[in-house]
């Protein structure tokens, strides 16, 4: 989150209306969103937009962004996260975040750099739909989640998911900031 980018001048927020900085990455989730509202049918209303959920392992906390959170009904059903470049490395702390960030276990879970993607069952980890197209659309996240009880994760697998999301998100995230990336 504290990375420097190109800042290309200020852009409006397809979800909000809101004034934001233009970067090469924000065009990208910009893009996504309109392929959730656009393509894939899901309202506006139903999606939330950059949520900051904190991350806390042996009392050091951090923040891990969520580009997209899709409720149905009021409850969390998909996450969809962007991640510039190779998305493959991305995959588990997607998962991880699916994991953790609601009461419950959310369903399905979405990395994309904006080109490419891969569709997770979050209960499982198995990769059940690859590239932009496959993710699911709002019938079909409806027919997914119809029957599911949607449970929270035992405490000890809830701990062990906070401290892959910690390590692969949050401590790489101040190494970057730290020593290398922008360099």
């Known amino acids: ?53 904190p991350v806390s392992v042996d009392g050091d906390t951090g923040r891990v962004r969520v580009d997209f959170v899709v409720r149905e009904n009021g409850r969390a059903v998909m996450v969809v996260n962007f991640g510039p470049g190779d998305i493959v490395s991305r995959q588990r702390p997607t998962l991880a975040v699916a994991r953790l960030l609601a009461d419950h276990v959310i369903p399905c879970a979405v990395i994309t750099n904006g080109q490419d993607a891969y569709t997770m069952d979050t209960a499982t980890g198995k990769v059940i739909g690859k590239g932009l197209a496959e993710i699911p659309a709002r019938q079909q996240i409806r027919e997914w989640i119809e029957g599911l009880s949607l449970e929270p994760l035992s405490e000890d697998r809830a701990d062990k998911e906070r401290r892959i999301l910690f390590f692969m998100e949050v401590l790489a995230e101040r190494e970057c900031d730290d020593f290398t990336c922008n360099r």
């Open 1 to 53: 989150m504290g990375r420097d980018h190109l800042v290309l001048g200020e852009t409006t927020d397809f979800m909000t209306g809101e004034t934001i900085t233009d970067t090469h990455d924000e065009r990208a989730r910009q893009s996504i969103a309109r392929l959730l509202v656009n393509e894939k049918g899901y309202d506006k209303t139903d999606i939330d937009t950059r949520v900051i959920m």
